[in-house]
């Protein structure tokens, strides 16, 4: 996999936001691998459960007139305003915040055009011990700052790219169409979505990738002939059909076994099939990630070839750009899209795979990716939630947890078991 690829920069605008919970009481305990997973189930559960989607809770409080996270956002995050900012939620003055200033923080951070969102009180009780370094039951200036810096930067003002998988020729009307494959969606339908989202959203990074595939490529049916299958294979590559799985023996440069599906030959390059849809917005300056491009493996992901044996440049261009948040949409669900939102968060990007603006191959598999990624702390979304969420006044307690994990793993606070 050689990616070649060209860069973008734009720029996103900024509003404001709450949560609520209730305290329960518990002796402290180090964060731990065990307890973070079951908290990330917990909080990717139907989401509604626990959010009620864009509604407020019964138990919310009403909507707030002052936002100190806006004033943050506002005043360049300086340390004056986290100062500030400790001290509004510092309701007895002690220079500490007990637990309900803890919860009145979360309130005012976790929230959708100031009405609060609504988390499970075990996760708001974790958060709390995770934060109190030093178990004395109380939250310190210190203690605040090291634990939620940088996680209300990225809530507040977050830097967003938008990675448009694939959206070619041959998945819409080509060799691979999707109308064609077993859940017979028609990829032609994300093309209006994707360019809405293009031309109103007003996000920070965009990129568009490719399978970019030489002829003798490993994933073409037409050329299962070509390379020996492996004693252990499935099916030999005689009998192999269109969409079945076959084990190659690998050359000596990479793995001794490659899996791979065998689709129709699809994206040659340079040819018609592999040119992004007419009808796509293309914005200047964009990321352009050409993938696929080694014979002897494929790759799905934006970032990597199937095995992990190369890396494209995404991950380095992105970071390049500081971004924080990644937005994924594009062909096909279940294979290119799903195998890219999972990189990103791999590589610890705050990650959303916008639902409408996908499609995919079978129905099963996405259902099954779909769990996959919610495991990993990949969130789901409609596209006509995203500019509130890209500009900060959406800020949802699913995006933060990897990136508070992440941070606490960077200033040593986290303990894995």
């Known amino acids: 996999m050689r990616p070649f690829l060209f860069i973008l920069t734009r720029r996103l605008f900024i509003p404001s936001g709450i949560l609520t919970f209730s305290t329960v009481g518990g002796s402290y305990s180090n964060i731990n691998e065990q307890k973070h997973h079951s908290i990330l189930k917990s909080i990717n559960r139907p989401f509604s459960d626990l959010l009620m989607g864009n509604k407020e809770s019964s138990a919310s409080p009403p909507p707030f007139s002052y936002d100190p996270f806006d004033s943050l956002r506002k005043n360049n995050f300086s340390n004056e305003e986290f100062e500030r900012c400790f001290k509004y939620f510092d309701s007895h003055n002690q220079g500490c915040w007990s637990r309900e200033d803890f919860r009145r923080f979360l309130n005012a951070l976790f929230s959708n055009k100031k009405r609060s969102y609504c988390i499970l009180n075990d996760l708001v009780?974790?958060?709390?011990?995770?934060?109190?370094?030093?178990?004395?039951?109380?939250?310190?200036?210190?203690?605040?700052?090291?634990?939620?810096?940088?996680?209300?930067?990225?809530?507040?003002?977050?830097?967003?790219?938008?990675?448009?998988?694939?959206?070619?020729?041959?998945?819409?009307?080509?060799?691979?169409?999707?109308?064609?494959?077993?859940?017979?969606?028609?990829?032609?339908?994300?093309?209006?979505?994707?360019n809405r989202v293009l031309l109103n959203v007003n996000f920070d990074?965009?990129?568009?990738?490719?399978?970019?595939?030489?002829?003798?490529?490993?994933?073409?049916?037409?050329?299962?002939?070509?390379?020996?299958?492996?004693?252990?294979?499935?099916?030999?590559?005689?009998?192999?059909?269109?969409?079945?799985?076959?084990?190659?023996?690998?050359?000596?440069?990479?793995?001794?076994?490659?899996?791979?599906?065998?689709?129709?030959?699809?994206?040659?390059?340079?040819?018609?099939?592999?040119?992004?849809?007419?009808?796509?917005?293309?914005?200047?300056?964009?990321?352009?990630?050409?993938?696929?491009?080694?014979?002897?493996?494929?790759?799905?992901?934006?970032?990597?070839?199937?095995?992990?044996?190369?890396?494209?440049?995404?991950?380095?261009?992105?970071?390049?750009?500081?971004?924080?948040?990644?937005?994924?949409?594009?062909?096909?669900?279940?294979v290119c899209v799903a195998s890219t939102a999972m990189h990103a968060v791999e590589h610890n990007y705050r990650t959303a795979l916008i639902e409408d603006a996908c499609r995919g191959v079978n129905e099963k598999e996405i259902e099954v990716k779909r769990a996959q990624l919610n495991e990993t702390g990949c969130i789901f979304v409609d596209s006509n939630v995203v500019p509130g969420m890209i500009s900060g006044e959406d800020r949802r307690p699913e995006m933060a947890r990897g990136m508070f994990i992440e941070n606490l793993k960077e200033i040593g606070r986290y303990k894995s078991q």
């Open 205 to 334: 990074v965009v990129a568009y990738t490719y399978d970019w595939h030489p002829l003798n490529h490993i994933s073409f049916y037409e050329n299962r002939h070509l390379r020996k299958t492996a004693p252990e294979s499935p099916v030999s590559a005689e009998q192999a059909n269109v969409l079945d799985t076959v084990i190659f023996i690998g050359s000596l440069d990479l793995a001794k076994r490659i899996e791979q599906v065998l689709w129709p030959a699809h994206c040659i390059q340079k040819t018609p099939g592999a040119d992004l849809h007419r009808d796509l917005v293309r914005v200047d300056n964009a990321i352009h990630v050409y993938k696929g491009t080694n014979p002897e493996i494929d790759s799905y992901s934006a970032f990597w070839d199937n095995m992990k044996l190369s890396k494209t440049s995404l991950d380095a261009e992105l970071r390049e750009r500081f971004v924080t948040d990644v937005y994924v949409v594009g062909l096909a669900t279940d």
């Open 125 to 194: 009780e974790q958060y709390f011990r995770e934060t109190d370094f030093n178990q004395d039951e109380k939250i310190d200036y210190d203690e605040f700052i090291q634990a939620w810096k940088k996680t209300i930067k990225c809530a507040v003002k977050p830097v967003s790219a938008l990675v448009v998988v694939d959206v070619q020729n041959d998945f819409i009307s080509g060799s691979l169409a999707l109308h064609s494959c077993p859940a017979e969606h028609r990829g032609e339908e994300v093309v209006p979505i994707i």
